[in-house]
Nanobody, 132 residues
């Protein structure tokens, strides 16, 4: 099975920026890719998701401060984060789905689902630490 590998995490001061990258071990196509984050003792929460058509959705806290993007030929995923806050400190993990169940189809258009149960290919995560 294809493996996902995150990079770009690290320590940054509040107000700073980071770019996270997610690459894969072999060529593979995905219907959706997403970034999730988790703090020990708390549930995993979505940061942002994107489908293969480029539709994007963001978690509430991430709107306005993050941008998810996809290099479609390589299917590499990126997450640009700005104005980072100490509460953004977490392990950030990328995820992907190849079956198409991650795509929410509505009369108004398609969008990627934001809940982790729709994704079954996961990276190991990269730590982001924001100091005040």
């Amino acid at each position: 099975q294809v493996r996902l590998m995150e990079s770009g995490g690290g320590s940054v001061q509040a107000g700073g920026s980071l770019r996270l990258s997610c690459t894969k071990s072999e060529y593979a196509g995905f219907y959706c890719m997403a970034w999730f984050r988790q703090v020990p003792g708390k549930e995993r929460e979505v940061v942002a998701a994107i489908d293969s058509e480029g539709h994007k959705l963001y978690g509430t806290f991430a709107q306005g401060r993050t941008n998810i993007s996809l290099d479609k030929p390589k299917m590499n995923l990126y997450l640009d984060m700005t104005d980072l806050k100490p509460e953004d400190s977490a392990v950030y993990t990328c995820a992907a789905e190849q079956m198409g169940r991650c795509v929410l189809i509505t009369p108004k258009g398609n969008s990627p689902r934001l809940t982790p149960e729709f994704y079954y290919i996961w990276g190991r995560g990269t730590q982001v630490t924001v100091s005040s």
